[in-house]
């Protein structure tokens, strides 16, 4: 069986999905689902930066380490990489539809789609706020984490076993494109 991946997006790639990335890899280890889990950007303003410091305070304080990721921007191939292309707001996924390629595999969705009465809402982009808004971030990526989750273990994923995108021994996890 193929492990089933996801991408998280945001319009830069250091605050929300990077969040969003870290929430959904601590959850699905903690319930040993298997995922291969990344997260990029539509814009091209942050690549190759870290989470913002903000972003990492908070999910340093929920016992998640996200210094190591990277920002980097969508790619038409990850379309097709992934199974789920999970975006947090609107304008995200209006971005990620126009662009994707002829082909295109992944399912689209808003983050809080996957929450019951939260569907079509956006995760807050906390940027231009204080550590409130990444409070509130955290707390809406994490429970969009965790209905995701809820599933994906549904379709009956088996034991622990989380990929990195970095991760060069499945550069396709498992896709014949």
């Not at 097709?80 to 999970?86: C, E």
């Not at 955290?138 to 379709?155: F, H, Y």
Request: glycine share 10%; hydrophobic share 40%; with cysteine.
């Amino acid at each position: 069986m193929r492990v089933p991946s996801v991408l998280f997006v945001c319009l830069g790639n250091i605050c929300r999905s990077p969040l969003a990335e870290g929430a959904l890899r601590a959850a699905a280890e903690e319930r040993g689902v298997d995922l291969f889990v990344d997260s990029a950007g539509t814009s091209d303003w942050h690549i190759g930066s870290e989470p913002d410091r903000r972003a990492q305070a908070i999910a340093a304080r929920n016992c998640i380490n996200i210094s190591r990721q990277r920002a980097r921007q969508v790619r038409p191939e990850d379309f097709l990489r992934f199974d789920h292309i999970v975006a947090m707001d609107g304008e995200n996924l209006a971005n990620l539809k126009a662009i994707a390629p002829a082909g295109a595999t992944a399912s689209l969705s808003l983050m809080l789609d996957h929450v019951p009465g939260r569907e079509g809402q956006a995760v807050a982009d906390p940027y231009f706020g204080d550590s409130a808004g990444f409070e509130a971030t955290w707390r809406d990526v994490t429970l969009g984490a965790g209905a995701l989750l809820e599933k994906l273990s549904a379709r009956g994923q088996g034991e622990a076993l989380l990929y990195a995108a970095s991760d060069l021994s499945l550069p396709d996890h498992g896709r014949q494109d």
